[in-house]
């Protein structure tokens, strides 16, 4: 059992250039989160998505898009990279009302 | 203000000590509450929900205060393997999860 997976692992980008995050999860759950960790912030949501089709903002979204394509997979995608950006990013699922989520085990991306 | 606050620590405790954390939220309709766990570099865990009457697994308690909007994690009997980031976790209306910045635990020998 996978569990949630991310791809990649770690990312070198160039300012400017873009990008999409890829998350998949096997365990039917309807809730997918990504966040971004950076060092003194802690985990900050980006976006999530509570249903396949839909998806709403969380609290650092300029900059990210998102889509859920279908149950299983959310993806997040930066249209032009900042070094801002520059941080370690987790997706997540959750099986809704309330219960746990299960995170990927992150994507480490330098924008340069 | 975040909607959710932790003391970043860190706390350093030697083994066989009791430690507690707290955590603030600003949210009074949260509804849910859990601590994770993370250790260096690895994704968040979930070590246990918070119910409102308070519950317990084992060497860690867990407290949830509505009244005051403040959780608690109490550790007995520190181990070493019990050195990580203890993360405050609320989450309220459509299962939006919001995360504390983290206690940062070190046990020594």
């Known amino acids: 059992n996978a569990g949630v997976t991310q791809t990649p692992k770690f990312q070198v980008l160039k300012t400017g250039q873009s990008m999409t995050l890829q998350c998949a999860q096997d365990?039917?759950?309807?809730?997918m989160y990504w966040y971004r960790q950076d060092p003194g912030m802690g985990l900050r949501l980006i976006y999530y998505s509570a249903s396949e089709g839909t998806t709403d903002k969380g609290e650092v979204p300029n900059g990210y898009n998102v889509s859920r394509l279908n149950k299983r997979e959310f993806s997040l995608r930066l249209e032009s990279a900042a070094p801002s950006q520059t941080s370690v990013y987790f997706c997540?699922?959750?099986?809704?009302?309330?219960?746990?989520?299960?995170f990927g085990q992150g994507t480490r991306l330098t924008v340069v | 203000r975040k909607e959710v606050e932790q003391d970043p620590g860190p706390f350093n405790v030697p083994e066989g000590a009791t430690v507690a954390f707290n955590c603030t939220y600003s949210n009074s309709a949260s509804q849910s509450f859990f601590w994770y766990r993370q250790d260096c570099r690895k994704e968040p865990k979930l070590l246990m929900s918070?119910?409102?009457s308070g519950n317990e697994d084992g060497r860690f308690t867990a407290q949830l205060n509505r009244a005051s909007q403040y959780i608690s994690l109490l550790i007995r009997d520190s181990k070493l393997s019990d050195s990580a980031t203890y993360l405050c976790?609320?989450?309220?209306?459509?299962?939006?999860?919001?995360f504390g910045t983290g206690t940062r635990l070190q046990v020594f020998p």
């Open positions: 997540a699922s959750g099986g809704g009302d309330h219960t746990e989520a299960f």
């Open positions: 976790v609320v989450s309220y209306n459509t299962d939006k999860l919001i």
């Open positions: 918070v119910y409102s």
């Open positions: 365990m039917n759950h309807n809730s």
